[in-house]
């Protein structure tokens, strides 16, 4: 138990505070850095691990973002990992049992696509408006 929040007289509620496991990351080729890092900074703040999907057109941007990232020496092995690919890559990790939550910016066409998989699976989804988050129960 994290914290006690005060409500009504008489009543009590409780906040408990904890990682819900692996984020899914999926960034656009457009603007990588800045897209990546809106996405990374709240995941890691809330205790979570990444898998971050990089797009294939900027592949130096990727290699140069996992050198800097790999040389930070108060960040553990493994809290951020990096894989270069396309739609094929974003359904392998949308489809992990082991990634409970995704998210992504990118195309109409993909984000509506991802939405109809998770809906599909009876998950939940919320989105925002240029980025969405979807958290996963896999039933």
């Given at each position: 138990?994290?914290?006690?929040?005060?409500?009504?007289?008489?009543?009590?509620?409780?906040?408990?505070r904890?990682?819900?496991?692996v984020?899914?990351?999926?960034?656009?080729?457009?603007?990588?850095?800045?897209?990546?890092?809106?996405?990374?900074?709240?995941a890691?703040?809330a205790g979570c691990?990444?898998?971050?999907?990089m797009?294939?057109?900027?592949?130096q941007?990727?290699?140069l973002i996992s050198?800097?990232?790999?040389?930070?020496?108060?960040?553990?092995?493994?809290?951020?990992n990096?894989?270069?690919?396309?739609?094929e890559?974003?359904?392998?990790?949308?489809?992990?049992?082991?990634?409970?939550?995704?998210?992504?910016t990118?195309?109409?066409?993909?984000?509506?696509?991802?939405?109809?998989?998770?809906?599909?699976?009876?998950?939940l989804?919320?989105?925002?408006?240029?980025?969405?988050?979807?958290?996963?129960r896999?039933?």
């Amino acid at each position: 138990m994290d914290g006690q929040l005060n409500g009504k007289p008489g009543n009590i509620s409780i906040l408990i505070r904890e990682a819900i496991g692996v984020a899914g990351i999926s960034v656009p080729w457009n603007s990588p850095v800045a897209l990546l890092i809106r996405s990374l900074a709240p995941a890691l703040a809330a205790g979570c691990t990444v898998v971050v999907k990089m797009p294939s057109q900027t592949a130096q941007v990727n290699s140069l973002i996992s050198e800097v990232i790999s040389e930070v020496p108060t960040l553990p092995g493994g809290v951020i990992n990096i894989v270069t690919g396309d739609r094929e890559v974003l359904s392998y990790i949308v489809d992990s049992p082991h990634v409970p939550v995704i998210s992504f910016t990118g195309s109409t066409t993909t984000g509506r696509a991802l939405e109809l998989v998770i809906s599909h699976k009876h998950k939940l989804a919320n989105r925002g408006h240029r980025i969405s988050f979807f958290q996963l129960r896999h039933l």
